[in-house]
């Protein structure tokens, strides 16, 4: 079957760096989403990752490694308005997207 | 405001009640979704309709019903639903079905059934 796994919860301090991994096994694959969601908001678009290797858009970084089926968010200066849900997603072969639950992630002063 | 809008934000609905969930995009986008997402679970993609043409049924229950009328407008006809129906329903769009950039999801409409 495919599966996407991702922790259920991380917590990290104000300014500081937090990593959120996600591993998958999908029939083939065609690129790795990351999206962010706010409690009781629309998921949004953060990064779409197709070749291995590190993309950075601001505070925000996604790298994947498609041969171990690895991907990580990383998020740096962490601000409290980074409290939310990160999804992790996956085009398979058949251009399905599948998708992770969600890890949320709670940000301490 | 993503440009995809559900409406209602909530609904509470008894099991015998009739309702409809309406989502609504003015990006130009050609692909429109929905999705259910409950708490602690990955989205479920229910129906998939692209040029206002059904594409995708993933073995939805028949008391979920898709509208598809325009390629602006979106409906979820909801009937004799189940407690365990109970969910955040999510509407999505891309301008194609294999957009890079993702899809624009609605904020969603949290349905309780009672």
């Known amino acids: 079957g495919q599966n996407i796994d991702q922790p259920t919860e991380m917590t990290a301090t104000e300014g500081a760096i937090v990593q959120i991994n996600c591993t998958y096994q999908t029939s083939g694959f065609n690129g790795l989403f990351w999206y962010q969601q706010h409690a009781g908001e629309a998921p949004t678009f953060l990064s779409y990752n197709v070749l291995d290797g590190l993309e950075e858009k601001g505070r925000f970084s996604s790298f994947l490694s498609r041969s171990k089926g690895y991907s990580y968010l990383l998020l740096k200066e962490l601000q409290m308005k980074d409290s939310a849900s990160y999804l992790c997603?996956?085009?398979?072969?058949?251009?399905?997207?599948?998708w992770g639950a969600g890890t949320k992630l709670i940000i301490k002063p | 405001e993503t440009g995809v809008t559900q409406t209602p934000r909530h609904l509470v609905m008894g099991m015998t009640n009739k309702k409809s969930l309406k989502c609504e995009q003015h990006?130009?986008?050609?692909?429109m979704y929905w999705y259910k997402q409950s708490a602690k679970k990955p989205l479920e993609l229910m129906f998939v309709?692209?040029?206002?043409?059904?594409?995708e049924n993933n073995s939805v229950p028949s008391r979920f019903s898709p509208e598809c009328p325009n390629s602006s407008h979106l409906f979820l006809h909801l009937h004799t639903l189940q407690p365990e129906d109970s969910a955040l329903y999510l509407c999505a769009s891309s301008q194609d079905r294999e957009p890079s950039y993702g899809y624009t999801f609605g904020s969603g409409t949290r349905l309780t059934v009672v």
């Open positions: 990006l130009g986008h050609n692909a």
């Open positions: 997603a996956v085009w398979d072969s058949n251009y399905q997207l599948i």
């Open positions: 309709y692209n040029f206002k043409e059904q594409t």
